[in-house]
């Protein structure tokens, strides 16, 4: 059975278009920009450091408050002010985790912490 001409000429439009979507799918590949995965994956290490920096201080000092109020016997006051300080101590730990984020490597005075 011998094809038709139409039908040849349209097997052959087609390849063509074929061809040509390979051609610009290879070019939007290479286009591609890399992922960033591995800089969220580090943002989200930093995220859950400060949470836990803000955590430890206040257990810390909720559990030295709490020590104080046992032996001296006053309940609320050491827990209160500890707890307070604890706070205080991780916030200010969570700041300058925060300032080590933004710093760029290599900068003078990043050994120094200034």
Known sequence: MAEKPDDEA?????????????????????????????EHISQANM???MVTELVAGLV???????GLDYLTGLRPVFMVVFVLL???????TMIRTANE??????????DKDE
């Open 86 to 92: 604890g706070l205080a101590a991780g916030i200010k």
């Open 47 to 49: 995220a859950w450091r």
């Open 60 to 66: 810390i000092g909720f559990g030295i408050g709490f």
């Open 10 to 38: 349209d097997r052959l439009r087609d390849a063509d278009r074929l061809r040509a979507l390979e051609t610009r799918l290879s070019e939007r590949r290479a286009e591609r920009r890399p992922s960033r995965g591995g």
């Open 101 to 110: 984020i933004g710093r760029t490597p290599g900068r003078p005075g990043d």
